[in-house]
């Protein structure tokens, strides 16, 4: 069966400091991946999305960036962290064409 | 562009109260998939259902039901004799039907029920 995993689930980290998160996924094969963060007390806000190694598209202007250096791995990253990076990161996967996303169970990020 | 709208940001009943939360949405594709998920105080996004663009029938699954009419564009959700452990954020989101095909969803109404 197709699990995905995400962690950390919680970090606190000091505006300027670095930031990677991952996400992976087992059981299928060339998923479609995707990172949403939702921002304290909003919806979901998709961030990036990949349909394949090292292919990366972005929905976003902002502080962060994504890679996908495996099939089914997903990172998050940033080089300096900024306040207003707060938020619950969720990572995703899908095979398209209308089939389900599912979700991985959110890493919290507080930045000080 | 798709577009999703819950215009409700939070609702209270009681317990037992029947409850509807509303989703309106936009898309320009023949072919989408509209999703219900909900996201209990864990944080975690719990998968409720899924319809296609081409099955306009109305689904219930235990004491929750989904009434989607195309003619209006929306997809709304029922709760029947709500619980507390009914309380969460609830999320509509659309698909389209593309190999890359992204989840939109709507900002979410929060459901909070009491005894």
């Known amino acids: 069966s197709q699990t995905i995993h995400q962690w950390p689930a919680t970090l606190v980290q000091p505006v300027g400091s670095p930031l990677s998160l991952e996400c992976t996924v087992e059981?299928?094969?060339?998923?479609?991946l995707y990172w949403y963060r939702q921002a304290a007390g909003r919806g979901l806000q998709l961030l990036f999305y990949?349909?394949?190694?090292?292919?990366i598209s972005s929905e976003v202007p902002q502080n962060l960036s994504a890679s996908r250096p495996q099939d089914r791995q997903f990172i998050l990253s940033s080089k300096k962290l900024l306040l207003s990076d707060s938020g619950f990161y969720l990572c995703?996967?899908?095979?398209?064409?209308?089939?389900?996303?599912?979700f991985g169970s959110g890493t919290r990020l507080t930045v000080v | 562009a798709q577009k999703v709208t819950q215009a409700q940001t939070e609702i209270s009943v009681v317990e037992k109260e029947d409850v509807t939360l509303d989703c309106v949405y936009e898309?320009?594709?023949?072919?989408?998939?509209l999703f219900w998920y909900k996201q209990p105080p864990s944080g975690e996004l719990v998968f409720l259902i899924r319809?296609?663009?081409?099955?306009?029938q109305n689904e219930i699954s235990g004491r929750y039901s989904w009434n989607f009419q195309k003619s209006t564009s929306s997809f709304n959700f029922t709760i029947t004799a709500s619980q507390v452990v009914d309380s969460a954020v609830y999320f509509c989101?659309?698909?389209?039907?593309?190999?890359?095909?992204?989840?939109?969803f709507g900002t979410g109404t929060r459901l909070q029920v009491t005894l």
């Open positions: 319809r296609n663009s081409f099955d306009e």
């Open positions: 989101a659309l698909s389209g039907y593309g190999t890359a095909s992204k989840l939109t």
């Open positions: 995703a996967w899908s095979v398209g064409r209308g089939h389900g996303y599912t």
């Open positions: 898309t320009r594709d023949t072919t989408y998939y």
């Open positions: 059981g299928t094969s060339n998923p479609n």
């Open positions: 990949s349909v394949g190694i090292g292919q």
